[in-house]
């Protein structure tokens, strides 16, 4: 019997800045690294490490500034990583189309899928009735595939076992559903981060992408908050979330 999971984000790596010898500057000390790191790139533009304009002066002040002016480029210095598990396929098919990630993907050549689970549209887990229709759906996905997988193993003449379950796989793995869970690894400068959450945060996008659009943005928000604060988190009617910034 197929299994339900959820959604959970993790960040697993994130920028360190490491100041360099020789210049007189320290970023204030309530400062992220991605955040000293995002400074320390636009002073260098001007070599205005000497913080002239006191309007300006505060890390927090001069990254504000950089959002309001639009000079986006310094944010690609900084990045996050987060490992995503409980996500469907069809979402991570939207999430990948974001092209300045970096991606790594579970394989579904490589893992057979009772060792992942699958995700319940949120509209249909409130429903107890259509709940039982989709897993059942789901059942009767996993037994074809399963009986694809045995009848091409028996059948396909290549010798080597890893290759011939891997061919087996990835034409039994046609039949598998979008709800299908998979888990992946994205690593994104912050530039990239703010563009998805933009776009995919929004009450327009897929519930489930704006779920994980939402997730991401609150992590980032713990780990820089100065460059993603502008991003409000407001309920919508249905009690999910979506967010929005006068930015992005
Ligand atoms: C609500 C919603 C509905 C959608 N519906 C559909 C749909 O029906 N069908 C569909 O196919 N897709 C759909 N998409 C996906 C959408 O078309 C984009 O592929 C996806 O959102 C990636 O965003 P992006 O194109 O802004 O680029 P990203 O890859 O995230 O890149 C960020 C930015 O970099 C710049 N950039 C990146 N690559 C290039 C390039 N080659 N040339 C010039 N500038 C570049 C652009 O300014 C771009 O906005 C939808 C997205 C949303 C949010």
């Known amino acids: 019997m197929a299994q339900a999971t959820t959604l959970a984000v993790q960040l697993i790596a994130a920028t360190e800045f490491r100041p360099p010898h020789g210049v007189d500057w320290t970023a204030d000390e309530t400062a992220s690294d991605a955040e000293a790191l995002v400074e320390f790139a636009g002073r260098a533009c001007y070599e205005s490490f000497n913080k002239p304009n006191p309007r300006t002066a505060s890390n927090k002040a001069y990254l504000r500034h950089i959002l309001e002016v639009g000079h986006d480029a310094l944010l690609e210095h900084s990045t ?18 974001h092209r300045h990630f970096s991606f790594s993907q579970l394989s579904q050549r490589y893992v057979h899928p009772d060792e992942t689970r699958v995700v319940v549209p949120e509209l249909i887990a ?22 694809i997988l045995s009848s091409l193993e028996g059948r396909l003449e290549e010798a080597n076992a890893l290759l011939r379950k891997k061919q087996a796989r990835q034409a039994a793995r046609a039949v598998l559903p979008n709800a299908t869970e998979t888990r992946i690894v ?29 997730a991401c943005l609150k992590l980032l928000q713990e780990q820089s908050p100065v460059l993603f604060d502008d991003f409000h988190i407001t309920a919508l009617p249905d009690g999910s979330e979506m967010a929005s910034s006068p930015y992005a």
Do not use: K, P
Not at 129 to 147: G, H, N, P
């Open 126 to 147: 409130r429903d107890e009735e259509l709940t039982r229709l989709f897993m059942q759906a789901i059942d009767e996905s996993r037994f074809a595939y399963d009986e």
């Open 80 to 97: 996050a990583t987060v490992y995503i598990t409980g996500l469907s396929r069809s979402a991570s098919h939207e999430l990948v189309r």
């Open 186 to 214: 994205v690593t994104g400068n912050y530039r990239a981060w703010r563009h998805f959450i933009g776009a995919r945060a929004t009450e327009q996008a897929d519930e489930e992408m704006r779920g994980l659009a939402i």
